[in-house]
């Protein structure tokens, strides 16, 4: 990432969903950083707080994202306050451990709410966004997926469906909205440092240490990656030197999808 003087991206607005920790915490800290002004919404109160405080380029709002009303506020916030959105990531997603089941032993409950969080928001922010980004004369959308929308493991299918969709939904709207100077693109991270990684480790049990070493491993690089891995990304794709890019994915997976069958 650039430092704060370089200030790539100076008074563009941005809005990051899932924004207050992990991969969506790095995603607003980069643009804070390089002079974005960034609403960040996610449901933790106390990680919003602490990330806002970090950089007055910041703003935390609550928000679930899987409601159109929510959205509809939440680009009307970032417009009220900094005259429209010119980038959104979609970065919030969910993979809770209890569903780390067999889809027919999946509740239905748990296939919606999954398919809402990590996939209907895309479209309701979406909706509410593409409008306001006309009528500054473009913006870009980056949806974080995942490898497992390409490639996927057992017990997931909600997740999976979710991330799979993404990767399509990306392709589509990037054919829709190109003669508005919207380009759509997509991240597909692979195993990254985040609480949602923790509580992965934590399900499944035994040497953390050994885990590690084991998910390490699986990766060309042999390490794991971390939230400014994909900012980098992310910045590199929201960026001007990006803009023959639209209708398609970057794997930032240390080379797992290179190696395939999770390696």
């Given at each position: 990432?650039?430092?704060?003087?370089?200030?790539?991206?100076?008074?563009?607005?941005?809005?990051?969903?899932?924004?207050?920790k992990?991969?969506?915490?790095?995603?607003?800290?980069?643009?804070?950083?390089?002079?974005?002004?960034?609403?960040?919404?996610?449901i933790?109160?106390?990680?919003?707080?602490?990330?806002?405080?970090?950089?007055?380029?910041?703003?935390?709002?609550?928000?679930?994202?899987?409601?159109?009303?929510?959205?509809?506020?939440?680009?009307e916030?970032?417009?009220?306050?900094?005259?429209?959105?010119?980038?959104?990531?979609?970065?919030?997603g969910?993979?809770?451990?209890?569903?780390?089941?067999?889809?027919?032993?999946?509740?239905?409950?748990?296939?919606?709410?999954?398919?809402?969080?990590?996939?209907?928001?895309?479209?309701?922010?979406?909706?509410?966004?593409?409008?306001?980004?006309?009528?500054?004369g473009?913006?870009?959308?980056?949806?974080?997926?995942?490898?497992?929308?390409?490639?996927?493991?057992?017990?997931?299918?909600?997740?999976?469906?979710?991330?799979?969709?993404?990767?399509?939904?990306?392709?589509?709207?990037?054919?829709?909205?190109?003669?508005?100077?919207?380009?759509v693109?997509?991240?597909?991270?692979?195993?990254?440092?985040?609480?949602?990684?923790?509580?992965?480790?934590?399900?499944?049990?035994?040497?953390?240490?050994?885990?590690?070493?084991?998910?390490?491993?699986?990766?060309?690089?042999?390490?794991?990656?971390?939230?400014?891995?994909?900012?980098?990304?992310?910045?590199?794709?929201?960026?001007?030197?990006?803009s023959?890019?639209?209708?398609?994915?970057?794997?930032?997976d240390?080379?797992?999808?290179?190696?395939?069958?999770?390696?």
């Amino acid at each position: 990432m650039g430092s704060k003087s370089e200030a790539a991206f100076e008074g563009k607005v941005v809005i990051v969903t899932g924004g207050a920790k992990g991969i969506g915490g790095g995603i607003v800290r980069a643009f804070a950083g390089e002079g974005a002004h960034v609403l960040c919404t996610d449901i933790d109160d106390a990680a919003g707080a602490e990330i806002a405080a970090e950089n007055d380029n910041i703003r935390y709002v609550h928000a679930d994202v899987t409601t159109s009303d929510v959205c509809r506020s939440l680009v009307e916030t970032a417009t009220d306050t900094w005259g429209g959105v010119d980038i959104l990531c979609n970065n919030v997603g969910i993979q809770p451990t209890s569903s780390y089941l067999p889809a027919h032993e999946l509740s239905e409950e748990q296939w919606d709410r999954i398919i809402d969080v990590n996939l209907k928001s895309r479209f309701l922010m979406v909706k509410y966004c593409v409008p306001v980004m006309k009528a500054r004369g473009g913006g870009v959308i980056i949806n974080t997926a995942s490898v497992q929308g390409l490639q996927s493991a057992k017990g997931i299918s909600a997740y999976a469906a979710s991330k799979g969709g993404d990767l399509s939904l990306v392709r589509q709207l990037a054919l829709d909205y190109a003669e508005d100077n919207i380009r759509v693109v997509a991240v597909n991270p692979g195993t990254i440092e985040t609480p949602l990684l923790q509580e992965a480790i934590d399900s499944i049990g035994g040497d953390e240490g050994e885990i590690r070493t084991d998910m390490a491993s699986r990766h060309a690089v042999n390490r794991l990656g971390s939230p400014e891995d994909i900012a980098n990304a992310v910045l590199f794709l929201a960026s001007d030197r990006a803009s023959f890019i639209t209708g398609e994915f970057v794997n930032v997976d240390g080379g797992l999808m290179a190696r395939g069958a999770w390696a």
